[in-house]
């Protein structure tokens, strides 16, 4: 049984800022139509990753195949190519602030695809209905909320109907509702499309929420991949101080304090 | 200490000279996309280039026009102060066409458009980059300098030498009007002097200048803007980077080109 093609498949990928090592040897495959959770604290190199693998970023060592492609040795033309495969909805949108909403969807379509004004539109208006943005068609950017500009991101990456499709931190710094929505956006939006998904986020409940596979990244590589459950029981202690601090603040962390408090009393938990 | 000034000037003549190298390679690339752009199939964007004309246009032509009529009427009375001396007030006119247009319209032209137009690229597209759009566009698979760079560049190469043109005649414009409401000179005779007085050469050299100052302010302009790193801050400091590094280059263009043009 051969096994097909990866969607996405990194080897040793090493990058430097300075004399800051960020990625010390990534080694990561994404299979095609799953959703691939990339956790890690912040800062820990998880947006520096996502760009080496859309080829923003030039990385030192390694290298990145995109649907079977290596994306560094590619030529730019392929690479354009390439791009109009994958999409990509960025960390605060980065919507362009000088178009209307509408006309930020329709760019791809205009540039990359040769259908008339009248289907683009109607293309445009179904994507925004997708994410639950209906006539927001002539607002700014500027106008919107946060949640709001996340999921114009959203809409605009998935405007050529991508294969892959990468977010960077989609629910971060937006309230728990707003939060929630929008990962239940990205899994609708997944089984609508069966695109492959790339996810970046520090937030645990998103995380299991979305992932069908988590990787986590500690001190610049990959820790572990498994599935949710496969981390839930991992007992490797690096990984258990990631969940157990953010996941469940509950009792077992109250148990601990009392512990510290009270000494060697404490009963154990 | 003197040592740790040599060490800072030595840091900042490598950092020029890195940012001059950086924007020689922008134009390489912008040239070539320009030129092999066609074949790839990536026609010249003339609706966006229009756009960045009427733009740069819009904010610098009433500036322009006030300060090119400012310039004509010192000029005229400067010059008058000096030539009475010699019983030569009916060369005013003939002063104010040849320095206007040779040198004083394209050179006030600029420094306007760099202060104007070229600040107000730098901090779209200093901008546009802190807020990750350019990578957006990048990702979408469309080329920075393909979208925005020649736009840009482009406008400003036909921008400064029209803007120029009108400056050279507002400029004597008002040297006339010094000449006649201050030295008492006829504005018919006026006229013809200045018309007398220029040459095709004068105009055209005024215009060449032009040409070589706009591509100056959209590199640079571009550049910089390109080129910001960090936060919102950072886009401030690039737009005032950009006036002032583009006026000194300005300067020292005019400086070569006066020397290759003019001097006999
Ligand atoms: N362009 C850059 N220049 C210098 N350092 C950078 C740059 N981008 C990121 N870094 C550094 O790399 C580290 C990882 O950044 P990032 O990938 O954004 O982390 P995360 O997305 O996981 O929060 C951080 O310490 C950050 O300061
Ligand atoms: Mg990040």
Known sequence: MTAPTPAIEVRGLEKSYGRRRVLEGIDLTVHEGEALVILGGSGSGKSTLLRCLVGLERPDAGAVSLLGRDIFTAAPRELADLRQRIGMAFQSGALFGSMTVAENLELPLVEFSHLPESTRRIIVRIKLALVGLEGTEALRPSQLSGGMKKRAAFARAMALDPEILFFDEPSAGLDPVTAAGLDRLLLSLRDVFGATLVVVTHELNSAFAIADRIALIHAGSVLITGTPDELRACQNPIVRRFLDREAEPGPEHEGRLRELILGSEAPDG | ?264
């Open chain 2, 1 to 264: 200490m003197p040592t740790g000034l040599a060490v800072r000037a030595q840091a900042l003549l490598w950092e020029q000279l890195a940012e001059t190298g950086r924007m020689w390679r922008l134009a390489v690339a912008a040239g070539r996309q320009a030129v092999a752009g066609p074949f790839r199939g990536q026609p010249f964007r003339w609706r966006a280039t229009i756009a960045q004309l009427i733009r740069v246009g819009n904010q610098s032509l009433s500036l322009v026009a006030l300060i090119a009529a400012l310039i004509g009427i010192i000029l005229a009375l400067q010059s008058a102060y000096q030539l009475r001396q010699l019983g030569a007030t009916h060369l005013v006119a003939n002063l104010v066409a040849v320095s206007v247009t040779r040198e004083l319209a394209p050179l006030m032209t600029a420094i306007l458009v760099a202060g104007r137009a070229g600040s107000a690229i730098a901090a779209e597209l200093g901008t546009m980059k802190v807020s990750e759009e350019i990578d957006a566009l990048e990702v979408i698979g469309l080329d920075p300098v393909d979208f925005l760079v020649i736009p840009r560049l482009v406008a400003l190469l036909v921008a400064v030498p029209c803007l120029t043109l009108f400056a050279d005649l507002i400029g004597i414009l008002g040297g006339c009007l010094a000449g006649v409401a201050a030295l008492g000179l006829s504005a018919g005779a006026y006229t013809a002097d200045s018309l007398s007085a220029l040459v095709l050469e004068d105009i055209f050299g005024g215009v060449i200048k032009a040409i070589v100052f706009g591509g100056i302010i959209g590199l640079v302009a571009c550049q910089r803007g390109l080129g910001t790193r960090g936060g919102a801050d950072e886009v401030g400091r690039s737009t005032t980077t950009t006036v002032v590094r583009s006026i000194v280059l300005i300067i020292a263009a005019d400086l070569f080109v006066t020397a290759v043009l003019f001097v006999r």
